[in-house]
C-alpha cells in the first residue's frame, strides 16, 4: 500500500485534534473529490513499519484525540491487509484514542456484505473503528456546513453501537 500524507495535527476530520492517513488508491472516483491524485494506488510513498511507529508516535500525545483513515480509499480491498496491523496496535498501545475512518462503500450493502477482499480483515477493521463516515461523495449534495463531511447523503455512524443493535446508529457527540 501508498499513501498520499499524514498530517499530524488535523483539526477537519473527526473531533480534536487528530493523526490522520490519507492512503493511496480508489476506485469510486467520485466527481468533485478533493482529493484526485490519491486515487493512483501508486501514488506517495510506501506504506512501511516505520510509517506505522511514526503514526503510532503522533498518536502519543495527550491531546492527540484519535486516528482518521481516509484517502483514497481505505476499504480498497489493496488497502485493508495493510491498516489492520496499525489499527491492531493503536487498540492496543492507545485504547484512550478513538478511530475513525472515510469510505466511499456504504456500510450495509458493501462492507457488511463480505464483498471486499477478505471478509475476516474487513469484519476486524469494521470492529477497531468508532466511527465510520461512509457513502461516496455526491457534489450536487455537496454542503459545506456539514460536520465531518462534504455530502449530505454521507452519514455518521456510531460503529460499536450499530454493530451491536445490529442497525446502523448515527454518531452524535452532542454538538450536531
Known amino acids: 500500500m501508498n499513501y498520499a500524507t499524514i498530517k499530524k495535527y488535523d483539526i477537519a476530520n473527526g473531533p480534536g485534534v487528530r493523526v490522520s492517513l490519507f492512503v ?3 476506485t469510486h472516483h467520485c466527481k468533485g473529490c478533493f482529493n484526485q491524485e490519491a486515487w493512483d494506488f501508486a501514488y506517495g510513498a510506501p506504506y512501511t513499519a516505520e510509517t506505522e511507529d511514526e503514526i503510532i ?3 502519543r500525545p495527550w491531546y492527540i484525540t484519535g486516528l482518521t483513515l481516509l484517502g483514497g480509499e ?3 480491498p489493496a488497502n485493508q491487509a495493510a491498516l489492520l496491523p496499525l489499527l491492531r496496535r493503536v487498540r492496543r498501545e492507545l ?3 478513538t478511530i475513525w475512518a472515510f469510505t ?3 456500510l450495509e450493502t458493501d ?3 463480505g464483498k471486499l477482499g477478505d471478509w475476516a480483515i474487513t469484519r476486524e477493521i469494521l470492529h477497531s473503528l468508532d466511527v465510520l463516515v461512509d457513502g461516496e461523495f455526491i457534489l450536487e449534495q ?3 456546513s456539514l460536520r465531518f463531511r462534504g455530502s449530505a447523503n454521507q452519514r455518521l455512524i456510531d460503529l460499536p453501537k450499530t454493530l ?3 442497525e446502523v446508529v448515527l454518531w452524535d457527540d452532542g454538538t450536531m
Request: aromatic share 8%; hydrophobic share 25%.
Open 142 to 144: 455537496k454542503d459545506i
Open 104 to 106: 466511499g462503500y456504504t
Open 74 to 76: 481505505p476499504f480498497e
Open 95 to 97: 485504547p484512550e484514542k
Open 164 to 166: 451491536e443493535r445490529d
Open 111 to 113: 462492507l457488511l456484505t
Open 57 to 59: 508516535e503522533a498518536l
Open 24 to 26: 493511496s488508491g480508489c
